[in-house]
T-cell receptor, first 113, second 110 residues
Framework: GQQLNQSPQSMFIQEGEDVSMNCTSS?????WLWYKQDPGEGPVLLIA?????ELTSNGRLTAQFGITRKDSFLNISASIPSDVGIYFC?????????????FGKGTKLSVKP | KAGVTQTPRYLIKTRGQQVTLSCSPI?????VSWYQQTPGQGLQFLFE???????NKGNFPGRFSGRQFSNSRSEMNVSTLELGDSALYLC?????????FGSGTRLTVV
C-alpha cells in the first residue's frame, strides 16, 4: 500500500530558529495535508495543499506541494516554544475531506536543552 | 461551535472483552472517519462512514467494526480484544473544508 516517509523523525529547536521537515511518497497524491498534534489531543490541521507546485502559508508556517506530487515540505520560521509537538504529513486522493488519509510517522519537535 | 466529541476519554479492558467507542461529529458534518494511533504503526485508517453507510475501509481485521446513526453520530466496536489493540482511537468528522479530529479515546487492553 501507499506509504509516506517523513523526516526528520525528531529535532530540537531553539527559539527563533527556522525549522524544515519533509515527506516523500512512493506514489502520487492529489492532496497533501500537514497536522500538528499536542500531547493528549487529536491532530489539528495546519495547512492543506491541493495543487502540484502550490506554496501556501499560514502565519509562520509555509508548506509546498511538490511538482512530482510525491512530496511535500513544511517550514516553520522563527520558532517559538509553543511550536513544540508532533507534526504529521498526510496524503489523500480524495481531496482531503473524505476517504482515508495516509499519514507519515511524524516529526517530533522538542526544545533544545 | 462544538468540536468532535469522543467518549470515553480513557478505557481499560481485559483481553477477550469487547469495547464500544462513541464519536459525535461537528454539527452538519455527515462524514465520520476512525483512525488507530500507536507508537509503532502511527496513524492508520480504520473506516469512514457517510450518511449511515460505510464508504471506505482500511486493512483491519473483522473484529473492528463501526456504524453511523441518522444524526451522524458514530460508534466503533472492537470484539475479542487483544493486547495489540491498545492504542489511541481518533475520530474525525469532515466536510469540504477538511477533517477535524477529536481528542481520542485511549484504550488499554490488559
Amino acid at each position: 500500500g501507499q506509504q509516506l516517509n517523513q523526516s526528520p523523525q525528531s529535532m530540537f529547536i531553539q527559539e527563533g530558529e527556522d525549522v524544515s521537515m519533509n515527506c516523500t511518497s512512493s506514489s502520487i497524491f492529489n492532496t497533501w495535508l500537514w497536522y500538528k498534534q499536542d500531547p493528549g489531543e487529536g491532530p489539528v490541521l495546519l495547512i492543506a495543499l491541493y495543487k502540484a507546485g502550490e506554496l501556501t502559508s499560514n502565519g509562520r508556517l509555509t508548506a509546498q506541494f511538490g511538482i512530482t506530487r510525491k512530496d511535500s515540505f513544511l517550514n516553520i520560521s522563527a520558532s517559538i516554544p509553543s511550536d513544540v509537538g508532533i507534526y504529521f504529513c498526510a496524503g489523500s486522493n480524495y481531496g482531503g475531506s473524505q476517504g482515508n488519509l495516509i499519514f507519515g510517522k511524524g516529526t517530533k519537535l522538542s526544545v533544545k536543552p | 461551535k462544538a468540536g468532535v466529541t469522543q467518549t470515553p476519554r480513557y478505557l481499560i479492558k481485559t483481553r477477550g472483552q469487547q469495547v464500544t467507542l462513541s464519536c459525535s461529529p461537528i454539527s452538519g458534518h455527515r462524514s465520520v472517519s476512525w483512525y488507530q494511533q500507536t507508537p509503532g504503526q502511527g496513524l492508520q485508517f480504520l473506516f469512514e462512514y457517510f450518511s449511515e453507510t460505510q464508504r471506505n475501509k482500511g486493512n483491519f481485521p473483522g473484529r473492528f467494526s463501526g456504524r453511523q446513526f441518522s444524526n451522524s453520530r458514530s460508534e466503533m466496536n472492537v470484539s475479542t480484544l487483544e493486547l495489540g489493540d491498545s492504542a489511541l482511537y481518533l475520530c474525525a468528522s469532515s466536510t469540504e473544508g477538511g477533517y477535524t479530529f477529536g481528542s481520542g479515546t485511549r484504550l488499554t487492553v490488559v
